[in-house]
C-alpha cells in the first residue's frame, strides 16, 4: 500500500510536467491553430537557463523560478511577432516546420556551448530534505513541484473562466471571425496569448532542473509524449489537456511499479492510449469536433 | 446612416456583387430580397467588413468604414447578427451578452435585456450553444441592443422559427426602429418583410434590381413570390 502510493505521488509529480508542457501547447493551439513543435525545447531553455544562471550569474532557483519563465515569454512574444505571424496566413504545416527548425537551432545551439553531457543542478536548500505526510517520507521539493504545477493550472482555469480578459480569449479562440465582427480585436491577443504558453514551458523547464537531466536533449524526448497527452486529452482543450497530463503520469507510474520487465510498456503506453483514445473519439477525450467551415 | 456606394465584391474570380448602392436613414427597417446566391449575405459580410475581396465605399453615421477591419467597424455602431446565431460552446448566455463592448449612445442594460427576454434569464449560465434556435435568435438580437449598435445587419433572423417567435423578433425589431437603430435585414420571409421594414431591395445576380416601397409590395405579392421562387 505504502509502495503504491508513492508510485501515485511519482506518477502526479510526473503528470505535472506533462500538464504544464501540454497546457502552454494547448493554449497556443486554440488561440493559433500552431502546434509549436519548439515547446520542447523551450522547456530545455527553461531548465539550462535556471543552471546558467545560478553558475555564471549567481542567481538562485527562486530567482530563475521568476525569471525564466518571463524571459521565456518574451522570447515567444518576438518569435510570433517576427517568424510565426508571417506564417499564420499559410498552410499550418509552415509553422510546423518554423517551429521544428528552431528547435534544431535551439537545441544545437546549447550542445555546441555545454556539450551533451547532463549538467548538475541542485534543489533549493530549503527544500532539499523530506517531509513525513504519514504514509511515508516525501521528497520536499517534488512536493513543491506538485503544488506549483497545482496551482499554475488552477491559476491558468480561473483567469480562462473568471475574468473578463479569459472570456475574450475564449470568444477568440472559439470563434475568430465572429468575435471580431462583435467588436473584439482578436489580433491583439495572438502575440501575448503565444508568449503565456511559452513562459509556461519555461516554468516547467525551471522546475524540472533539479530532479530531470539537463542537458540539450531533455526536451525532445518529453515533447513527444507532450503531444500524445495533447491529442488525448483532445487538441485545444485547456481541461482535456491538464486532466491527460496527470492521468498519463499516473498511468506511467503504476506500469513502471510492476517491475523491470514492464520498462518498455510504460514508454510506448502513452501512445497506446493515443490510438485507443483516436478509434473512440477522434477529436480526443474533452475535444471538440472542429466545426465544418 | 448607412451609405453603400457602388459596391462590388468578388469570390477569387467570381463576382458575387456588381456595382451596388444604397442607402438607409436613421430608424429605417430595410431588407434584401432574392433566391440563394443572389449576394444578400455576401453583401452583409461585406458591409461587415468579413470579406476580404470588396471594392467600393460604405460609411456610417458619416464616417467610411472601408477599409477598417471588422472590430473597428463593431466599435463604430454596426451589430452582426449572423445567420448561425453567432453563439459560443465556451461561453455561457451571460458572457454572450457582455461580450462585445458598447458602442453606442443608448445600449440596453443587462435588466433591460433580462427584462424583455426572461428565458435567458433563466438560462444565463448555461453554455449558449445550449439554448434551442428561438432562444439562440433573442440572445443573438439582445446581444446588439446590449452594445447600442447603430445599424444592425440581421440574416434571415427568422429562419426555422416558429410563428409565435417570428411574432417576436418583428417585435423586437420594431422597438430597435422606435429608438432610432436602422437595420439591415436579411430576409425570404416576404410577408414578414413586409410588417418590419420600410423599403425593400430585390438583389438577382449581384445588382440591386428592383427597389419598393412597403405599399408596393402587398400589391405585387404574388408577382414578388414567384420571382423569388418561393
Given at each position: 500500500m505504502v509502495n503504491f502510493l508513492q508510485h501515485t505521488f511519482n506518477g502526479l509529480v510526473g503528470g505535472a510536467f506533462l500538464a504544464l508542457l501540454a497546457l502552454g501547447l494547448a493554449v497556443i493551439f486554440g488561440m493559433l491553430?500552431?502546434?509549436?513543435?519548439?515547446h520542447g525545447a523551450i522547456y530545455m531553455l527553461g531548465a539550462f537557463g535556471a543552471y546558467v544562471l545560478l553558475t555564471?550569474?549567481?542567481?538562485?532557483f527562486w530567482w530563475a523560478l521568476l525569471v525564466m519563465p518571463i524571459a521565456l515569454a518574451l522570447f515567444g512574444m518576438a518569435l510570433e511577432r517576427l517568424l510565426v505571424a508571417r506564417l499564420?496566413?499559410?498552410?499550418p504545416l509552415y509553422n510546423f516546420l518554423l517551429t521544428f527548425g528552431l528547435t534544431l537551432i535551439l537545441q544545437d545551439a546549447v550542445k555546441s556551448r555545454y556539450g551533451v553531457q547532463s549538467s548538475p543542478y541542485d534543489a533549493p536548500a530549503i527544500l532539499s530534505g523530506t517531509l513525513d505526510l504519514g504514509a511515508f517520507d516525501f521528497p520536499a521539493y517534488r512536493v513543491f513541484v506538485l503544488v506549483m504545477a497545482v496551482a499554475v493550472c488552477v491559476g491558468v482555469w480561473w483567469l480562462l473562466s473568471r475574468t473578463r480578459v479569459g472570456m475574450v480569449v475564449r470568444a477568440a479562440t472559439e470563434r475568430p471571425e465572429l468575435s471580431t465582427a462583435l467588436g473584439i480585436d482578436v489580433g491583439r491577443w495572438v502575440t501575448p496569448v503565444f508568449g503565456f504558453g511559452i513562459g509556461l514551458a519555461g516554468l516547467a523547464g525551471v522546475l524540472a532542473?533539479?530532479?530531470?537531466?539537463?542537458?540539450?536533449l531533455m526536451g525532445a524526448d518529453l515533447i513527444i509524449v507532450v503531444f500524445a497527452v495533447v491529442v488525448i486529452g483532445g487538441l485545444g482543450s485547456i481541461f482535456g489537456s491538464v486532466a491527460a497530463g496527470f492521468a498519463i503520469g499516473l498511468v506511467q507510474a503504476w506500469v513502471q511499479a510492476?517491475?523491470?520487465?514492464?520498462a518498455l510498456l510504460s514508454q510506448v503506453l502513452v501512445f497506446l492510449v493515443m490510438a485507443g483514445v483516436l478509434l473512440w473519439r477522434p477529436a480526443g477525450l474533452f475535444g471538440r469536433e472542429e466545426a465544418p467551415a | 446612416m448607412l451609405r453603400i456606394d457602388d459596391l462590388s465584391a468578388w469570390y477569387g474570380e467570381a463576382q458575387?456583387?456588381?456595382g451596388v448602392s444604397l442607402e438607409i436613414a436613421a430608424g429605417e427597417v430595410v431588407t434584401l430580397c432574392g433566391r440563394?446566391?443572389?449576394?444578400k449575405t455576401t453583401l452583409l459580410r461585406c458591409v461587415m467588413g468579413l470579406h476580404p475581396g470588396q471594392r467600393g465605399t460604405v460609411e456610417l453615421a458619416g464616417r467610411t468604414l472601408s477599409g477598417q477591419p471588422a472590430h473597428r467597424r463593431a466599435r463604430a455602431g454596426l451589430g452582426w447578427v449572423p445567420d448561425d446565431r453567432?453563439?459560443?460552446?465556451?461561453?455561457?448566455v451571460a458572457e454572450t451578452l457582455s461580450l462585445?463592448?458598447?458602442?453606442?449612445p443608448s445600449p440596453w442594460s443587462l435588466e433591460q435585456v433580462y427584462d424583455a427576454f426572461p428565458h435567458l434569464h433563466a438560462r444565463?449560465?448555461?453554455?449558449?450553444?445550449?439554448?434551442s434556435g428561438g432562444e439562440q435568435q433573442m440572445l443573438a438580437l439582445a446581444r446588439v441592443l446590449r452594445m447600442g449598435a447603430r445599424l444592425l445587419l440581421c440574416?434571415?433572423?427568422?429562419?426555422?422559427?416558429s410563428p409565435l417567435l417570428v411574432a417576436q423578433v418583428g417585435d423586437i425589431l420594431r422597438q430597435a426602429k422606435q429608438h432610432g437603430v436602422a437595420v439591415l435585414l436579411v430576409e425570404q420571409n416576404l410577408h414578414f418583410a413586409t410588417t418590419v421594414a420600410d423599403r425593400h431591395h430585390l438583389l438577382a445576380e449581384g445588382r440591386v434590381v428592383e427597389s419598393l416601397e412597403n405599399s408596393e409590395v402587398a400589391a405585387r405579392e404574388k408577382d414578388l413570390l414567384a420571382y423569388l421562387g418561393i
Open positions: 491553430r500552431v502546434v509549436n513543435f519548439a555564471e550569474v549567481g542567481l538562485s499564420a496566413r499559410l498552410d532542473a533539479p530532479i530531470r537531466a539537463v542537458n540539450p510492476l517491475g523491470e520487465d514492464w | 458575387v456583387l456588381r440563394n446566391g443572389a449576394g453567432g453563439c459560443y460552446a465556451t461561453l455561457t462585445p463592448p458598447v458602442v453606442g444565463r449560465n448555461a453554455p449558449s450553444t445550449t439554448l440574416d434571415e433572423p427568422t429562419e426555422g422559427l
